[in-house]
């Protein structure tokens, strides 16, 4: 499964869809849609490699995992709420499975560093999957097993129940197509991206 390219011009300029009218562009009802929901670093770079998957309706940036209810982005940031930035995804389980989105998910970090990706520390980086129900759970799990061996080092993804989700502010929505040149998309994502293309992601 390939990470689709933008087809504009200015290939990381894109503009964002909003899901409702994808989906109705789409011929898809909502109640066809499910969701996943994954942490693994800055949720600006998870957003970003998820948006460009086929299937995926749209990509939302949130807080999960934690004890604070409806945390700001500077009280995560302090590490004192246990939330963990994530990106949620609504996708077509007809086009693309949650079993693909797994497989994504661990090509897109580095499942076997704690608390940290990269040059972002903090426990609000943590490599997470937020299930959504058994069959999420029961696939989660089976796919770290089966990744185990693919690594240099043991991993560290937890596997846990997505008690609350929430959406993170407006400006860090969209935030690789919104701001191409901003000096972390640039050094950080499209790098990410751009590897992952290389690689079949």
């Not at 011009?9 to 562009?25: D, G, I, M, N, Q």
């Not at 090509?107 to 940290?116: C, G, I, Q, W």
């Not at 426990?123 to 089976?142: G, L, N």
């Not at 693919?150 to 937890?158: I, Q």
């Amino acid at each position: 499964m390939l990470l689709r390219e933008d087809s504009t011009k200015e290939k990381y300029e894109t503009k964002s869809v909003t899901p409702a009218l994808h989906t109705r562009h789409m011929g898809i009802s909502m109640e066809q849609l499910e969701k996943a929901t994954f942490g693994g670093g800055c949720f600006w770079c998870i957003e970003a490699v998820f948006e460009r998957l086929d299937g995926v309706h749209s990509v939302t940036s949130g807080y999960a995992g934690g004890r604070v209810p409806h945390p700001t982005y500077e009280q995560v940031c302090s590490g004192m709420t246990g939330h963990a930035e994530v990106a949620q995804i609504t996708f077509d389980p007809r086009v693309v499975s949650y079993e693909d989105l797994l497989g994504v998910f661990l090509k897109a970090h580095d499942p076997t560093t704690l608390n940290r990706q990269g040059a972002d520390v903090g426990e609000q980086y943590r490599s997470v999957i937020f299930f959504h129900d058994d069959r999420q759970k029961a696939a989660a799990e089976k796919s770290l097993r089966d990744a185990a061996s693919k690594f240099p080092a043991p991993l560290v993804t937890t596997v846990e129940p997505l008690r609350d989700f929430y959406e993170a502010e407006d400006y860090h929505q969209d935030y690789f197509r919104n701001n191409p040149r901003a000096p972390y998309c640039m050094f950080v994502i499209k790098p990410k991206i751009d590897a992952l293309q290389r690689k079949g992601g």
